[in-house]
């Protein structure tokens, strides 16, 4: 029985996101379930990513190469790059990116391996007024883990 409930809770909360919520462990969200749709008219946010807009996340990723040495955001990709990939419109933006930003007065340095990322997820444009930065999915980090 015990196995049943945890394969059932399981399954609901890959359906329903706020069920995740509510027990108080973030929910994993994937590179592979931000968006339904990358087309020539743009990108489509999957059912999941705007479900979980404002609720606690975990994303596992790579630092994007840094554009300084001490860090209060960067941007998280599904695999490492060698290039910035942020700096480049909304129409550009890359379907397996998200800004990370840090808590008001705390940096990271630069990291090369893999990282879990845990904070509130927010969904939607939004430029940067103090870098000029575009990002449509940002991840307000609460922890940063080497893996």
Do not use: H, N
């Not at 059912?47 to 840094?66: D, E, I, S, W, Y």
């Not at 990322?117 to 991840?139: A, C, N, P, Q, Y």
Request: hydrophobic share 45%; proline share 8%.
């Amino acid at each position: 029985m015990k196995r049943f409930v945890s394969a059932l809770f399981a399954v609901l909360t890959l359906l329903f996101p706020a069920v995740q919520a509510q027990t108080g462990t973030p929910a994993v969200m994937k590179f592979s379930e931000l968006y339904s749709k990358v087309t020539v008219r743009g990108i489509e946010f999957s059912p999941k990513l705007t479900g979980l807009a404002g609720q606690k996340v975990t994303m596992t990723g790579f630092m994007a190469p840094p554009l300084k040495p001490k860090l209060d955001f960067f941007v998280l990709t599904k695999a490492p790059m060698s290039t910035c990939p942020f700096c480049s419109s909304a129409a550009d933006w890359p379907p397996d990116i998200v800004l990370v930003i840090m808590p008001e007065g705390r940096q990271l340095d630069p990291y090369m391996g893999a990282i879990r990322i845990t904070g509130r997820l927010e969904v939607g444009i939004k430029k940067d007024d103090e870098t000029g930065f575009v990002s449509l999915v940002r991840l307000y980090a609460d922890k940063v883990e080497d893996l």
